[in-house]
Structure formats: C-alpha cells, structure tokens
C-alpha cells in the first residue's frame, strides 16, 4: 500500500521566482492537505483539497496556491517567493468524512524548499 | 488559536512514564496526537472524537475533555523510539472559515 509521496524532495529557488511542489495521496483517500513547517516550529495549515476544490483555507497569502487532480494528487504553487517562504512544505491526505479536518492525516516526507 | 501543550520539553529514562497536555481555547470537536522525528514527516498516533470514540495505535493511550477543551496523551513504559516532538492539534470552525491548528509541541527524550 503506497503512502503519500511528494516531490522533489530539495528545491532551491531564488526570490520572486515560483515553485509548484507535487503529492500523491495514500491509497484510498480523496482528501490532500498542505502545511508549512519552519525550522523549529509545527506545521501551518496551508489549505485543503477536495473534489477539485479548495475547501478549507488558513492564513496565507494568494501567492500560495494549489491544484488538485482527478486522481486525487494535488499540486501547491507559491508565487514571487520571498526568504521567509523557506521551510519544510507537508503534503498530508485524509477521507473527508462529514467533518472536515476531522479524520486522521497521512504526512508525505515533504519538500525542503530554500530561497535564496 | 494554537493549541497550548505542555510541559515543551521532558526527559524520561527508558521504562519510565510521560503525561502531555494539550489545551485550546477554541471548541474542540476532536483532537489529533502526531509524533515527529527530526527531520521525518509528522506519524500519525491516535485521533479522539466527541462523544468518546477513539482511534489510533494500541500501545498509546489518550483523554479528551470536551468540556475543558483539553486532551491529554499517556505514554507509559517508554521506549528509545518514542523519542520526538509530539504535536496535538485540532480543526477549528469559524463563520469565516475552517482550519486546522497543531498545537505548540512538546520534545520528548527517552535515554537509556
């Protein structure tokens, strides 16, 4: 049973440059959530993929971005990349459920992203 | 609207036990534990719904008080690999929109 995956898994950008990071969800799950992890800190709630459609959104700005397939994977597009913006990027997929956020999430190995 | 954990930081010896708190200011309609190695993705430990139905791995074992908006997760004979930073978190449910919050993260130490 393959579990979530994500890629690359190093990227190095240079400010105000753009970056799409990809995952694929665990088997049988419809649900794709991104976070961003700075160093030393817990994740942040990007937002969350389902159906196509961004269902739940935290406190980032539009330069972040996302995509989801009919096949569930998802892509996460950040814009004009600014230093701050480096950080480990957490790829997690879930069921939807009838509550949202309220099943349990697989985490991908992430993507390091460093901007220069 | 992050969740508050306590302690940040605990040392065990192996055998030894450990309580991690965590607290919310919001209403919780369910609360989740990760465990995080450095620098490995967040694992998944266990999840605890309203009304009392949980779900996770058989060894770990956790609280939730609905009414204190607090949950507390037992680790008990601890072991090397339970070593780690552990994060509760919880989605929150607002007129503006939906979220999800881990809370602040404890370190966790087992020495032998």
């Known amino acids: 049973d393959a579990g979530v995956t994500q890629s690359p898994t190093h990227l190095i950008k240079t400010r105000g440059q753009q970056v799409t990071l990809r995952c694929s969800p665990k088997?049988?799950?419809?649900?794709v959530s991104w976070y961003q992890q700075a160093l030393g800190q817990g994740p942040q709630f990007i937002f969350q993929?389902?159906?196509?459609?961004?269902?739940q959104r935290g406190n980032f700005p539009d330069r972040f971005s996302g995509h989801q397939f009919p096949n569930y994977s998802s892509e996460l597009n950040v814009n004009a990349l600014l230093l701050g913006d480096s950080a480990l990027y957490l790829c997690?997929?879930?069921?939807?459920?009838?509550?949202?956020?309220?099943?349990?999430?697989?985490f991908g190995p992430g993507t390091r992203l460093t901007v220069t | 609207q992050q969740p508050v954990q306590s302690p940040q930081a605990v040392i065990l010896r192996e055998g030894e036990d450990a309580v991690i708190n965590c607290s919310s200011s919001?209403?919780?309609?369910?609360v989740h534990w990760y465990r995080q190695k450095h620098g490995e993705a967040p694992v998944f430990l266990m999840i605890?719904?309203?009304?009392?139905e949980q779900k996770g791995h058989e060894k770990i074992s956790a609280s939730f008080n609905e009414k204190k908006q607090q949950s507390s997760l037992y680790l008990t004979a601890s072991q090397l690999s339970y070593s780690g930073t552990y994060f509760c978190?919880?989605?929150?449910?607002?007129?503006?929109?939906?979220?999800?919050?881990f809370g602040t993260g404890t370190s966790l130490t087992v020495i032998p």
């Open positions: 978190g919880s989605p929150v449910f607002t007129n503006t929109g939906n979220q999800f919050y």
């Open positions: 997690a997929s879930s069921l939807a459920g009838d509550y949202p956020l309220s099943y349990e999430q697989y």
């Open positions: 919001k209403a919780l309609y369910s």
């Open positions: 605890l719904l309203k009304g009392g």
């Open positions: 993929y389902y159906e196509e459609e961004e269902r």
């Open positions: 088997s049988g799950h419809d649900t």
